[in-house]
């Protein structure tokens, strides 16, 4: 894959961060941004643990998509305090994802403000994420394609992005918002997924305090060096033709979705699984 080091600063204005990241669409890294919020010296695991340990969350890892899955359907629940203590003993391939905080543990609201980066931000959608050592996201992009405020906290974190530009390279699964679950994009095989050698996008770690900027519909790829969590903040899709891809996801897709997993089963997977493989390929020839 053709990666580049995704750019960094130590904090930036709000025209700088427009007119260089927001118009451009290019992601960048913000070291310093949060040094005011409380969250920055107050938010570890101690901590979370203290406000929603005793809160049941739910749980994902990295098995292949089953046709008896409901669209982002968990596959197992912990209390809080139990998974963090996990997380920290052992490597594990649970991972907390699209946790609610305003629903779950709101008096976190306390702990940081939203920024003004120029636009309005979803504030009724903080979500936490939490990871043990080398747990990972699939490859995706987010149903919605907004823009992503990820801030991260304790612990590494690697991230690898891709614009949608680079649809043809990344094995896109059909009726889906994933790339093949096969893929190891931290060392991918290139004998086996050819295609990915054109694939350009970024790469980046992030360390606790730093954020990042994914540009609405960036492919996003997370995987936990460390035992580790993070809050993103969202703000709505601005390119029409996002707004539009957005509207058929939300309305449309993953409904058509979980309705061919009914009537085809595990055969509707297995084709799409082969489908990715199969139209990718094509762009080689």
């Known amino acids: 894959m053709q990666l580049k080091d995704i750019p960094r600063v130590k904090t930036i204005s709000k025209e700088d961060f427009i007119n260089n990241y927001y118009k451009p669409q290019q992601p ?42 409901g669209f982002n359907e968990p596959h197992a629940k912990m209390k809080m305090t139990d998974y963090i203590d996990l997380i920290r003993q052992q490597p594990t391939k649970y991972r907390i ?78 009726h889906s918002l994933i790339t093949h679950e096969s893929i190891n994009f931290s060392n991918p095989d290139l004998g086996e997924w050819p295609a990915l050698k054109h694939a350009k996008g970024f790469r980046t770690h992030l360390n606790h305090g730093e954020v990042l900027y994914i540009p609405e519909g960036f492919w996003h790829y997370m995987k936990y060096i460390t035992p580790g969590f993070s809050m993103s903040l969202r703000g709505i899709a ?46 080689l020839r």
């Open 97 to 174: 994802f699209l946790w609610n905080l305003i629903k779950e543990a709101p008096q976190l609201q306390k702990d940081f403000f939203y920024p003004d980066f120029g636009f309005r931000l979803m504030k009724g959608l903080p979500m936490l994420f939490f990871g043990g050592t080398d747990s990972h996201t699939f490859m995706h992009y987010d149903i919605d394609l907004a823009n992503i405020f990820h801030f991260h906290f304790e612990g590494k974190k690697e991230c690898i992005l891709f614009p949608q530009s680079e649809n043809k390279y990344l094995y896109k699964v059909p």
């Open 238 to 283: 601005h390119n029409s033709r996002n707004l539009v891809k957005a509207v058929y996801n939300v309305f449309f897709m993953r409904f058509f979705d979980n309705l061919m997993r009914r009537i085809r089963g595990q055969h509707w997977i297995d084709w799409k699984n082969n489908e990715a493989i199969k139209r990718t390929n094509r762009m």
């Open 28 to 69: 960048v890294v913000i070291e310093k941004f949060i040094t005011e919020w409380p969250a920055y010296s107050k938010w570890d695991f101690d901590y979370m643990k203290k406000v929603a340990g005793d809160k049941t969350v739910p749980l994902y890892d990295d098995r292949p998509v089953d046709y008896k899955d």
